[in-house]
DNA sequence: TCTCAAATAAGAATTATTATTAATTAAATG
DNA sequence: CATTTAATTAATAATAATTCTTATTTGAGA
């Protein structure tokens, strides 16, 4: 899932983005948060690896990334945008305690809503995406594993 | 739909709210919208009828229906969070061209969500809100009416 | 290696939102 | 109905996320 820097290299390539220490480094940072992390959280994420990095240059590359497809913004009733390295379908879970947006992925259900969206249609709204958005709480598995 | 002066001030009083004057034309603008205005769009909204009041009290007043139950946030990929003065379930469908946000009712949608996802559960999540966004373009339906 | 357009760092500027505080107002009480 | 008082508001300062500016640096191709 995550990808050597050859790879995003060339996925820059392949995409006119022209490849620097920067951009792949917040790319690669990007890939590797689980919950979708605000442009700050790469900020800091990236100060071991690449302390030099400024927090305009990950603002604007992350937009890049949005531009090009290679990345989505992630919008929550909280002041700050997140970002997620997966742009193919798939359901966010909102955990309300942690704050942690998760990917939950459904297909089922995501085929069972379009379905009956294509079939029904929407009068006067041409749709294009759905989002489905579930929220609620991380139950903590490892509780009922040990009793 | 749009509720009067006096259903407004019950409301208010059943919630324990204070009824004043910025208070009940703030709500009954952000009702009159149909579109989920900003708190900017309700500032300038109200200028004609209540030039007195001020972009910070229109601020809080939104936060404070929100936190009663009367309204709820909404967001966007762009940087302005908007308010919604229905709170029962309800879909969004979020226009790329006109930024407009419009409420869609479905019912039975919604119903075969939380039917599958009530039978099924989401593992390591106790979920309790749904929501649905759909995003795409408005169509304009009277441009066929006339051919 | 050299060239040069494109990208970056640093920090200033902007914009949405929140906090502060003195003045005003709504509601309760007499 | 007038008075009291705590809550609310207007005005504006402060804050925080994001964007802009510009001089410097860098990557990719020749």
Redesign the interface.
Known sequence: MIATLTEIKSQFKELGIKSTIPRTVIYQSLMKFEHHPSAEEIYLGIQKKYAGVSLATVYKTLDLLVQKGLAH?V???EDK?RYDARTDQHIH?Y??KTKKI?D?E?P??EQ??MD??NK?G????????????????????KINRKL
Chains 1, 2 share one sequence.
């Open positions: 913004k919008v929550t009733d945008v879970l955990c309300n998760m939950y459904d089922t259900l069972i809503i009956y969206l029904k929407i009068p006067g709204f041409n749709f294009s995406q759905i989002q489905v958005n579930i929220k609620g709480e991380i139950s903590n598995k």
